[in-house]
């Protein structure tokens, strides 16, 4: 296994690391706690190490979707495009509730205002739609990358702003068409999208945005779409 080496973290990115996810099956049932670090190591991801996880996708009011470029300190997909937030709910007695997802709503909720600043009565979870889950796998790179089951987030609101510089680099509202633009930039090699938001772009993202009034019947808590 490659050496790893983390003294180019800073405290915060150390700590960070040290949070316990959520260990799951293939079936996202709980089996246990692992640090953020360890589930993203791919030493223990090629031995089937698995974790929950969720994507946001904010738009405002005129429906444009709220995108994040990673910050380059971030150990897995630096620098990437991306969906509004991506992380991990925690092992904590709030975050591991099950009923209705709402343990990775208030995740969700924490996360928004952690990188992007949003304050938390701007976004509370009850107003998030839980649409669907997505299992993937990528490498970042030799040492690191995502294992994951990850909950899709849906939300329309107008929010006030404060990006934390450490966890995000920039960040912009698009259109469709602006999007379509990215991706197509991506497939250029202009600029990097993470997987995750990739998978999703190209197969369902289009098709709920178009549905932003009537998300119900893409509402599927059942499945897991294996990519």
């Not at 990215?182 to 990097?192: H, P, R, T, Y």
Request: net charge negative; with cysteine; aromatic share 8%.
């Amino acid at each position: 296994m490659p050496e790893i080496n983390t003294d180019h973290l800073d405290e915060k990115q150390v700590q960070l690391l040290a949070e316990m996810c959520i260990l799951i099956d293939d079936d996202d049932r709980k089996i246990g706690a692992d640090s953020k670090k360890n589930c993203h190591l791919n030493s223990n991801i090629e031995k089937g190490l698995l974790h929950r996880a969720f994507s946001v996708f904010l738009f405002n009011s005129e429906e444009k979707l709220l995108l994040q470029q990673r910050s380059n300190a971030k150990i897995t997909f630096p620098g990437c495009f991306t969906n509004t937030c991506c992380s991990h709910p925690l092992h904590t007695a709030s975050e591991l509730e099950e009923q209705d997802a709402i343990g990775v709503r208030r995740a969700a909720q924490r996360r928004l205002q952690a990188e992007l600043g949003v304050p938390t009565d701007q976004v509370p979870p009850e107003e998030m739609t839980y649409l669907t889950r997505i299992h993937y796998k990528a490498q970042s790179d030799g040492v690191w990358g995502e294992h994951e089951i990850d909950y899709i987030l849906f939300m329309q609101k107008d929010v006030d702003l404060n990006p934390d510089p450490n966890e995000i680099q920039s960040h912009c509202y698009v259109s469709k068409e602006e999007l379509k633009e990215i991706l197509e930039k991506a497939k250029n090699k202009e600029l990097e999208i993470t997987p995750w938001f990739s998978l999703i772009a190209e197969t369902f993202l289009f098709k709920w945005w178009d549905n932003l009034h009537n998300l119900k019947q893409f509402i599927d808590h059942d499945g897991i779409h294996r990519m």
